[in-house]
């Protein structure tokens, strides 16, 4: 199994950045997909940004050019910089991993853009 625990949210002014990270309790070079999804209150789920083991990456069309996903090995880390952030980047921000053909969530942390 895989257990993945979130940090960096917070409060932010619009324009604003903030970095998110997930630390994996495996090699994240042994899990075939790590990334972040978003969720506001009465709104569905969704995915914001994926990274592959061989390094490919995926955004979502609202995000693309203001948000970054990266890797650390050394700290079995990944990382969301997030850029330029606007009202509607609100959320609770879930760090995913897949695994074995298994999903696996941390326990979410919360983003607010707010002036």
């Known amino acids: 199994q895989v257990q993945l625990v979130e940090s960096g949210g917070g409060l932010v002014q619009p324009g604003g950045s903030l970095r998110l990270s997930c630390a994996a309790s495996?090699?994240?070079?042994?899990?075939?997909?790590m990334g972040w999804y978003r969720q506001a209150p009465g709104k569905q789920r969704e995915s914001v940004s994926v990274?592959?083991?061989?390094?490919?990456?995926n955004y979502a069309d609202s995000v693309k050019g203001r948000f970054t996903i990266s890797r650390d090995s050394a700290k079995n880390t990944v990382y969301l910089q997030m850029n330029s952030l606007k009202p509607e980047d609100t959320a609770v921000y879930y760090c995913?991993?897949?695994?074995?053909?298994?999903?696996?969530w941390g326990q979410g942390t919360q983003v607010t853009v707010s002036s």
């Open positions: 995913y991993a897949n695994f074995w053909a298994s999903d696996y």
């Open positions: 495996k090699n994240i070079f042994s899990i075939n997909v």
């Open positions: 990274v592959t083991r061989s390094g490919s990456t």
